[in-house]
């Protein structure tokens, strides 16, 4: 078993004709399940034509009525992503992936209101995320295929990068993953730690996690504090988060790693990481043996 997404998913690629998109298209259809995964493309000035035997659709609810998709991938362009993503919301989609890194804030700012006034149930992933891989079923993104080992733990990360080298980590270890949620760094996004935290404590074939935040916001101690108080089905967790020699004030990588106002740093959400029992590391080449060590 899996979260979010399995064997059974259907995926349509939006920005399938451009480099980005073509390439991790192609990449993500080879993998395990894909090719029968992957089944429609949106380019609104290409519509019948087709890419690796996928066929191209004017839009996303065109690309759901004939081929039922009910997930999408975006790598449109960062000023075009935030209208892709709502297209994707108002097909009522099960599940959207944002891939695109720079998308304005404000414009994700205006995208997740106009989802919470819609009551809107699909569930938004990124955007500036790498993705999310469930081994030997399906991968939606771009992360590497071939680290992954079929397991039991579940990996979730605000970071690309730390997302392979954990499971990189856990891997060369033996221990498989369920699914690693690569949740993306940016300030205003979809799914939250606590999100993935929760479906992974209530997912039978997950008997353990990593959680990886970063410097800046409060989303890590949110998760932390919610596992201490208010989860009901314990499972181990163990945390790292990035940016431990970071200064205040100035941005590390991206928009969502920055420490504002003497809040979001490292230290302060690894104390209350290990406050709500979570067990970190400041150590990111630990991170498999500190999880092998809590199971």
Not at 234 to 260: C, E, L, Q, Y
């Amino acid at each position: 078993m899996s979260i979010l997404i399995n064997k059974d998913t259907r995926v349509v690629t939006q920005g399938i004709t451009g480099k980005t998109g073509q390439f991790h298209t192609k990449m993500c259809k080879e993998y395990a399940n894909g090719a029968n995964c992957f089944v429609a493309g949106v380019n609104p000035k290409k519509p019948g034509e087709s890419y690796e035997g996928i066929p191209i659709f004017a839009s996303v609810k065109e690309a759901k009525q004939q081929t039922g998709v009910n997930a999408s991938v975006i790598y449109v362009p960062p000023p075009f992503a935030a209208a892709a993503i709502w297209e994707a919301v108002e097909a009522e989609l099960d599940l959207v992936i944002c891939i695109t890194e720079g998308i304005p804030a404000r414009d994700m700012v205006e995208v997740k209101e106009k989802m919470r006034k819609a009551g809107s149930k699909t569930v938004l992933c990124g955007p500036n995320c790498p993705g999310i891989i469930s081994r030997y079923e399906i991968k939606i993104g771009m992360l590497p295929g071939h680290i992954h080992m079929k397991g039991r733990i579940g990996v979730v990360s605000r970071s690309g990068t730390l997302t392979y080298e954990a499971v990189g980590q856990l891997s060369d270890l033996g221990l498989g993953q369920s699914t690693a949620v690569g949740i993306g760094g940016d300030p205003v996004n979809g799914l939250k730690h606590k999100d993935v935290l929760e479906l992974f404590m209530n997912d039978p074939d997950t008997d353990a996690v990593i959680m990886i935040g970063e410097i800046g916001g409060s989303d890590e101690e949110a998760a932390a504090e919610w596992y201490a108080k208010e989860c009901k089905n314990k499972k181990p967790v163990v945390g790292f988060i990035a940016g431990v020699t970071a200064p205040a004030g100035k941005r590390m990588g991206h928009a969502g790693a920055i420490i504002s106002g003497g809040k979001g740093t490292a230290q302060e959400k690894l104390v209350v990481m290990e406050t709500c029992g979570i067990r970190t590391t400041k150590n990111p080449a630990e991170m498999g043996k500190l999880l092998k060590s809590v199971i």
